[in-house]
């Protein structure tokens, strides 16, 4: 059983920066693909970014491409979300989970954070 825990989130204007970790326990990291998802109020879940493995494979949403980045640390067991030039259609609860299959865009990941909140506004 993994455990995630999200962290990071919190109240940015409108072009600033955050960077959200997740810290995962009770599993081999390294095995698991980790994803980040987010959700807007009265809006579906929808796909971020996901890193494979070792990290040496990326994918992004179109909506984020250029402005997040995504990146993880295996000895330390947390994946990370660098998040530039914020909008404030960004605004949701972000979401980290982790899969063994590194499945670009899919929301089918074995294992879910609580979430942490982040919100873009002047």
């Known amino acids: 059983q993994v455990q995630l825990v999200e962290s990071g989130g919190g109240l940015v204007q409108p072009g600033g920066s955050l960077k959200l970790s997740c810290a995962a326990s009770?599993?081999?990291?390294?095995?698991?693909?980790m994803g980040w998802f987010r959700q807007a109020p009265g809006k579906e879940r929808e796909f971020v970014a996901i890193?494979?493995?070792?990290?040496?494979?990326?994918y992004y949403a179109d909506s984020v491409k250029g402005r997040f980045t995504i990146s993880r640390d295996n000895a330390k067991n947390t994946v990370y979300l660098q998040m530039n030039a914020l909008k404030p259609e960004d605004t949701a609860v972000y979401y980290c989970?982790?899969?063994?299959?590194?499945?670009?865009?899919?929301?089918?990941?074995?294992?879910w954070g609580q979430g942490t909140q982040v919100t873009v506004s002047s």
């Open positions: 009770g599993g081999t990291f390294s095995s698991y693909a």
């Open positions: 890193v494979s493995w070792s990290g040496g494979s990326t």
């Open positions: 989970a982790a899969d063994q299959v590194y499945a670009p865009t899919s929301q089918n990941y074995d294992y």
